[in-house]
């Protein structure tokens, strides 16, 4: 009788724990909650990796899961500013960098390395928020978001708390191991010249230490006009620019042509993982598919 009981009960509880709906905004937040709660809950992910979190317009079954969630993860209105206005007309608790606390290294927005935004730039891109929100692409703040969210999960799932717990250390003593083997395959690197599509790999490169010669462009929806083009390939030039990379979500048209005629190393760097399954397994498979590119570009 006791053994039954005792089954009932975890059954209620598995039952329980089922009926909690999280809900992550971007992949790489998703794929580190899901690690947290391996065993516990399988939270849901809203926004796919081929979407561009800046802009973006929710169908109606995605405002159903902001509805229908228990706790909403995300980065904040510097990254998916079409979240803002959603979530103010909703009574459904969320958590992003304001909640994360201090033990995030976080970083200002860069100035453009032509310093103004040319014709083709949206003046207005980054006046909403001052921080860069690519945080988690530095893993020792992938770290600090798991320590800050757990004690929300913990609250949502306290009969799991051995497990949520035993699935943090596991995570976090990867994610050092990871952090530490990356650290080794880009230390040859350091200080090479590189230059991005968009500007939002500033943490990967601070932590690397990669130097950032400058962003193609600020606002990827709009061209590259051709004063900026001209000025970019001077910048190419002049800074002895070792490799430039491009993102699976945006059009590289534009950085081929640029590019043409210049000895210019050419590769992809995935802020979302991409073309990764979504789940524990995509942020360690992310970032390590980013350090191997970079290593290859370089060498």
Known sequence: MGRMSLMLLLLSQIGWAADVRVLVSIAPLHSLVSSLTVGIMQPELLLSAATTPHHFQLKPSQRRQIAQADLIIWV??????????????????????DQYGSGLSLLPYRSDALDQHGDDEDPDAHDDADIDPHFWLNPNNAIAFVDAISPHLLTLFPTSETLLMANRQTLVTQLIADHRRWQTQLAPFHNQNIMSAHDGFQYFETEYGLHHAGAIQLNTEVSISVKRAAQLRQLLASAAVDCVFSEPQIN?????????????GLALLDPMGLTLEPGPSLYPAMMQANVDAVASCLQ
């Open 76 to 97: 904040g209105s510097g990254l998916e500013t079409p979240l803002v206005r959603t979530l103010e007309n909703v009574n459904v608790p969320s958590l992003s960098l």
């Open 252 to 264: 590289t048209k534009q950085v081929l042509n640029l590019l043409d005629g210049m000895s210019v």
